[in-house]
């Protein structure tokens, strides 16, 4: 069973810049394509950012280009969500979470992705 625990969420100023981590474990995550969400209060779980299994696809939510970056780490079996010059429309509840089928390509529906992490509170005040 793979579980994931993100990490890094807090409360920061518009501008500043925040890292998330998703540690995971109970499965080869190089085997799963992995990817961000995350869910603003009163909306629906939103797609961020996902990654192929060999970082050689990555799709971006189009409001987060530019600010926003996932990287992989296989080896360390850790993902991470680097984001800067944060907007208070960023505040959201953020998940990672692993697509079960092992896709070629990143896909941004969140019916795909079969594990979930807890999620992490990002608050961005203006």
């Known amino acids: 069973q793979v579980h994931l625990a993100e990490s890094g969420g807090g409360l920061v100023q518009a501008g500043q810049s925040l890292m998330l981590s998703c540690a995971v474990s109970?499965?080869?995550?190089?085997?799963?394509?992995m990817g961000w969400f995350r869910q603003a209060p009163g909306q629906g779980r939103e797609f961020v950012a996902a990654?192929?299994?060999?970082?050689?696809?990555?799709e971006y939510l189009d409001r987060v280009k530019g600010r926003f970056t996932l990287v992989r780490d296989n080896f360390l079996h850790m993902v991470y969500l680097q984001m800067n010059s944060l907007k208070p429309e960023d505040t959201a509840v953020y998940y990672c979470a692993a697509d079960w089928d092992a896709p070629t390509m990143p896909r941004k529906e969140e019916r795909h992705y079969g594990y979930w992490g807890q999620g992490t509170q990002v608050t961005v005040s203006s």
């Open positions: 990654a192929s299994r060999d970082s050689e696809y990555i």
């Open positions: 109970g499965g080869n995550v190089s085997a799963y394509v």
